[in-house]
């Protein structure tokens, strides 16, 4: 599991490419959004930089050198005039110190559980919870955790690599080093994706959520308790979903948005925005649905 373990920002400065200003612990690399403590961010620009400052768990910044007097003092300092290409280059060393970040141990699946015997499961750093069945042909890779009592049916995939591309080699990915963590009592119906987290951490999805065939949960995200995503829908990075919520079929939900408790987001929909709690929205893009629906009318 993560070890929370940190490291002196200047230890990693030579394979990041930078110049460390201000030295400072961190235990993670991550974008200015990423939900973890103790990070390392990249800014490349003044608006960045004040995105940055309204972000809690951020230890350090890595600037262009002509920003590097706008930083406050309150956070370590590195410069490079690429402070993406830096972070990728630092998250590779991260993620690639054994034990440093997570403490990797032999996987653990519970006797109870029933795995079809063409499944793929990773030798190490699984653990799948007692009466879980998996279904011919999935797989799931290493840094899963997946509760009790869990449907994993055929053709999934769960710890897909993070969607994430890596600046310093075209048509590559940055290493991956989160995972994800699946509740008690969750089904994915056949050939779902469920990408693990980026920079640590884990995706993460909340128990009793029913999730229907094809459906694919980018790197980050967080679904809560109880809730249904229907075929075919696709929720990108850090997408956050509220208790109870629901997520018709064949609904885009771009990088970021939060999903309220119970809202409803209908079938086709388009989301761009927030949604707030115990509403429902629907179309291109998605709009209250009394609102659509009295869009539509205007058109007929």
């Known amino acids: ?177 989160g995972g994800v963590e699946i509740g008690d009592h969750v089904t994915l119906q056949p050939n779902c994706v469920v990408g693990r987290a980026t920079f640590g951490g884990f995706t993460k999805i909340g128990a009793g959520t029913l999730i229907d065939a094809g459906v694919s949960i980018s790197h980050d995200c967080v679904i809560g308790a109880e809730v249904t995503i229907c075929a075919n829908a696709s929720l990108s990075g850090r997408v956050v979903a509220g208790q109870g919520a629901y997520v018709g079929p064949s609904a885009s939900i771009s990088n970021g948005v939060v999903l309220g408790d119970k809202c409803v987001v209908s079938i086709g929909s388009v989301v761009t925005k927030a949604v707030a709690p115990n509403t429902r929205v629907t179309g291109n893009f998605a709009l209250p649905h009394a609102k659509w629906l009295a869009l539509i009318r205007k058109f007929r």
């Open 1 to 177: 599991m993560f070890t929370h373990r940190r490291i002196l920002l200047s230890e990693l400065a030579d394979v990041a490419g930078m110049t460390v200003l201000r030295d400072v612990e961190i235990a993670f690399a991550g974008k200015i959004p990423t939900a973890l403590d103790c990070r390392v961010v990249p800014v490349s620009s003044a608006v960045h930089l004040d995105a940055a400052e309204a972000h809690g768990g951020i230890a350090a910044m890595i600037v262009p050198a002509a920003l590097a007097d706008d930083v406050p003092a309150t956070y370590g300092l590195a410069v490079s005039e690429e402070p993406v290409a830096a972070l990728t280059r630092l998250q590779a060393s991260l993620s690639a110190q054994e034990d440093f970040q997570w403490q990797s141990f032999s996987s653990r699946i519970d006797p109870s559980a029933h795995i079809d015997p063409s499944a793929r499961i990773a030798t190490r750093d699984v653990v799948i919870g007692a009466g879980t069945c998996v279904g011919p042909n999935a797989v799931i890779r290493p840094r899963s955790i997946v509760g009790t009592h869990c449907k994993i049916d055929a053709g999934c995939v769960v710890g897909a690599d993070a969607f994430e591309a890596d600046v310093t080699h075209p048509g590559g990915l940055v290493q991956a080093s």
